[in-house]
């Protein structure tokens, strides 16, 4: 299966103001982006926590009263916050808001701080997380897909349950973030439609080459995987310019060196050209998705030559 190449922006919400949130969430669809993201978090997951952040589904049904034809997804939904019960009627409920834009990102769930503040359960271990997320993947599928069901073993219960409405959508997809080689990777196999991880060209390549093993091992073909990447890129006509932006960023958000989450490689610098070259990079490994990382303020500029210039390149080959 060939997978033609999409850009998605994942809007932060820390930070940001709700008209700020939607002025960015309007811009992203009128440029015509393939799929519009948030986080899924309740504390800031970028720097000091302790900063304001919007709910993140909440802030889709906000977006799906206001865009027309790009997706909507979180980037992705704790496994750890909802039973899967509940996370497939959000998604069902947010497909039908939007008229079948929703799809289903989750993650096995990662901030610890997060968890005890608000008194959630963290699990034992990321295997135990990731285990968790391989049960509510498949559950969120099922009943996504029409199935009665009845489960009694795991963790999650489910009793004689039916989830209606259904989506709009005959397939819902399920995203699944992370890159952990030798479980979430395997989940990835069993149950995305779409992964998403951030790395270096090395690093990328080397994920892919697993995922491939793992769905070997369970009977599905990689290509049936659209596989994407994350990124950070600020687009000017020159890096410095680029990197002065961007320190912009850093200082609303209250990112420092000692607290930066980010991953090494995921902060593209530079002009057009560059950012052209880079994904032709990724692009040869299989790639076929750029979601770009959007801290406040809005980097609308990048978001412009990415949706005007970019893109048409990508597409043509």
Same mark, same amino acid.
């Given at each position: 299966?060939?997978?033609?190449?999409?850009?998605?922006?994942?809007?932060?919400?820390? @930070?940001?103001?709700?008209?700020?949130?939607?002025? #960015?969430?309007?811009? *992203? !669809?009128?440029? /015509?982006?393939?799929? $519009?993201?948030?986080?899924?978090?309740? $504390?800031?997951?970028?720097?000091?926590?302790? @900063?304001?952040?919007?709910?993140?589904?909440?802030?889709?049904?906000?977006?799906?009263?206001? %865009?027309?034809?790009?997706? $909507?997804?979180?980037?992705?939904?704790?496994?750890?916050?909802?039973?899967?019960?509940?996370?497939?009627?959000?998604?069902?409920?947010?497909?039908?808001?939007?008229?079948?834009?929703?799809?289903?990102?989750?993650?096995?769930?990662?901030?610890?701080?997060?968890?005890?503040?608000?008194?959630?359960?963290?699990?034992?271990? +990321?295997?135990? =997380?990731?285990?968790?997320?391989?049960?509510?993947?498949?559950?969120?599928?099922?009943?996504? !897909?029409?199935? &009665?069901? %009845? *489960?009694?073993?795991?963790?999650?219960?489910?009793?004689?349950?039916?989830?209606?409405?259904?989506?709009i959508q005959a397939h819902l997809p399920i995203v699944i973030g992370g890159g952990g080689e030798k479980k979430t990777l395997r989940v990835v196999a069993r149950h995305a439609d779409i992964w998403n991880f951030f790395g270096s060209v090395e690093a990328i390549e080397r994920k892919i080459r697993i995922l491939g093993e793992h769905c070997d091992a369970v009977g599905r073909d990689l290509a049936d995987i659209k596989l994407t990447l994350g990124a950070l890129p600020v687009i000017r006509d020159s890096e410095a310019e680029a990197r #002065?932006?961007?320190?912009? @960023?850093?200082? &609303?958000? $209250?990112?420092? +060196?000692?607290?930066?989450?980010?991953?090494?490689?995921?902060?593209?610098?530079?002009?057009?050209?560059?950012?052209?070259?880079?994904?032709?990079?990724? @692009?040869?490994? /299989?790639?076929?998705?750029?979601?770009?990382?959007?801290? *406040?303020?809005?980097?609308?500029? %990048?978001?412009?030559?990415?949706?005007?210039? *970019?893109?048409? =390149?990508?597409?043509?080959?």
């Amino acid at each position: 299966m060939t997978h033609p190449f999409e850009f998605g922006v994942s809007l932060w919400s820390q @930070q940001a103001s709700w008209p700020e949130a939607m002025a #960015a969430a309007e811009l *992203v !669809d009128d440029l /015509g982006f393939d799929h $519009l993201w948030t986080v899924d978090h309740w $504390l800031a997951p970028h720097g000091d926590a302790d @900063q304001p952040v919007f709910d993140g589904w909440m802030m889709l049904a906000g977006w799906a009263t206001r %865009t027309s034809r790009t997706r $909507l997804c979180l980037f992705v939904a704790a496994n750890t916050f909802r039973p899967p019960g509940h996370t497939a009627k959000l998604v069902s409920t947010l497909d039908h808001m939007s008229g079948g834009r929703a799809m289903l990102g989750l993650g096995a769930g990662w901030f610890t701080r997060e968890h005890e503040a608000y008194g959630i359960e963290f699990g034992a271990s +990321p295997g135990e =997380r990731i285990r968790w997320l391989d049960e509510s993947a498949a559950i969120c599928r099922r009943l996504l !897909d029409g199935e &009665r069901l %009845t *489960v009694t073993e795991g963790r999650y219960r489910i009793d004689d349950l039916e989830l209606l409405p259904r989506p709009i959508q005959a397939h819902l997809p399920i995203v699944i973030g992370g890159g952990g080689e030798k479980k979430t990777l395997r989940v990835v196999a069993r149950h995305a439609d779409i992964w998403n991880f951030f790395g270096s060209v090395e690093a990328i390549e080397r994920k892919i080459r697993i995922l491939g093993e793992h769905c070997d091992a369970v009977g599905r073909d990689l290509a049936d995987i659209k596989l994407t990447l994350g990124a950070l890129p600020v687009i000017r006509d020159s890096e410095a310019e680029a990197r #002065a932006f961007h320190e912009t @960023q850093l200082e &609303r958000n $209250l990112i420092t +060196p000692e607290n930066s989450v980010f991953i090494d490689g995921a902060r593209w610098y530079g002009t057009v050209d560059d950012t052209v070259e880079r994904i032709r990079e990724y @692009q040869s490994l /299989g790639i076929c998705g750029l979601i770009i990382e959007a801290p *406040v303020p809005y980097d609308t500029e %990048t978001m412009r030559l990415l949706a005007e210039e *970019v893109r048409p =390149r990508i597409l043509e080959g």
